[in-house]
């Protein structure tokens, strides 16, 4: 029997699989592709303080590889969550991260005090990095500062773990990553979606009606992957990556690299049960490679160097 068990800061995971936010609904909606105890955990959409109608139509656009999306964060707001959804997650067999957006600090923090009431809650992820509010220039997902003030706030208000999730669209990563650490975040989700943008060259219209949006799925795997591992070598908090992963070898390569979980997202779209199959193939994968657990096999990359010395 391989061990699939992982640990992040102090939560246990059955597996290292969880459902990237925003791909997965609230993670029910799902139930019938992907059982809540096949998969190490559920992150939630973005929830924001007040309800946001999101961007204006076209908001989704296939691209060669993958899709571009300007959702904009659509979503009814922390209330409508803590009073349809929260109720719905109780007794649920996994554990269930709640990510948080908002427009200021101050916004971040008051969703997650509302929150704070809502025992399924297991854990925070900050979306510091989504790409299609306030015209791609949301400054807490490349100003080191803003990202360690966001993530102290809220570590101030809760005892829950809090990850902090990034954006790959910054020049140093390992910047963004060692500022939430000094934060206080208790680690660290790699990565959002890149941003992007598609035309039709016969008539110029742009394939969504914001322009550019976040471009997420296979083609952005190798970049994630660059993003992961710069935030492993940087800091000695645990980091979840995410960023095209649609096979098991993908999952595997993000734990080689030093990642203690991976999320999937796009992948799901095409295969509603994909997360399912991940994680029933996971132990024979790792078996037949001679592994008695998975944590022997992540940062077990060749170099990989953390800070303080250790290669792990
Ligand atoms: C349609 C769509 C909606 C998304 N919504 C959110 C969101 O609400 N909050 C968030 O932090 N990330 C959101 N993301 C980003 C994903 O969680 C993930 O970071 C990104 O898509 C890269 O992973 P992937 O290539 O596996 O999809 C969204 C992505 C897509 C495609």
């Avoid at 290292?16 to 059982?35: D, K």
């Avoid at 924001?48 to 707001?77: D, K, V």
């Avoid at 132990?283 to 490679?289: D, H, I, N």
Wanted: aromatic share 6%; with cysteine; glycine share 12%.
């Amino acid at each position: 029997m391989v061990d699939l068990s992982v640990q992040l800061g102090a939560l246990v995971l059955r597996n290292p699989l969880l459902s990237a936010s925003g791909t997965f609904g609230h993670g029910l909606e799902m139930e019938h592709f992907v059982s809540p105890e096949s998969l190490g955990g559920w992150v939630s959409k973005t929830v924001t303080l007040e309800p946001r109608h999101g961007n204006p139509a076209p908001r989704i656009c296939e691209t060669e590889a993958g899709f571009l999306n300007s959702i904009g964060l659509e979503n009814r707001g922390v209330d409508s969550y803590l009073e349809k959804i929260v109720p719905a997650l109780k007794g649920v067999d996994a554990v269930i991260f709640t990510n948080v957006g908002g427009a200021s600090p101050d916004d971040f923090v008051a969703a997650v005090e509302r929150l704070e009431e809502a025992d399924e809650v297991d854990a925070y992820e900050l979306n510091l990095s989504c790409p299609n509010v306030q015209g791609g220039k949301l400054p807490y997902g490349t100003d080191p500062k803003m990202a360690e003030d966001v993530t102290r706030r809220v570590r101030d208000v809760t005892k829950k773990p809090v990850f902090s999730k990034l954006s790959p669209n910054v020049s140093r990563i390992s910047d963004m990553a060692k500022a939430v650490e000094a934060g206080g975040a208790d680690g660290i989700t790699a990565v959002n979606t890149l941003l992007g943008m598609s035309v039709d060259w016969r008539n110029g219209t742009p394939g969504l009606a914001t322009i550019q949006g976040g471009y997420s799925g296979v083609g952005m795997k190798p970049v994630a992957l660059r993003c992961a591992w710069d935030c492993v070598r940087s800091v000695n908090i645990p980091v979840i990556g995410c960023g095209g992963i649609s096979t098991l070898d993908d999952v595997l390569e993000f734990l080689v690299v030093g990642c203690s979980a991976v999320q999937i997202g796009t992948a799901s779209f095409s295969n509603p049960s994909l997360l399912a199959e991940m994680a029933e193939e996971l132990p024979a994968r790792l078996a037949e490679a001679g592994f008695d657990s998975v944590r022997e096999l992540i940062g077990s990359m060749h170099g990989l160097e953390r800070p303080g010395g250790s290669s792990k």
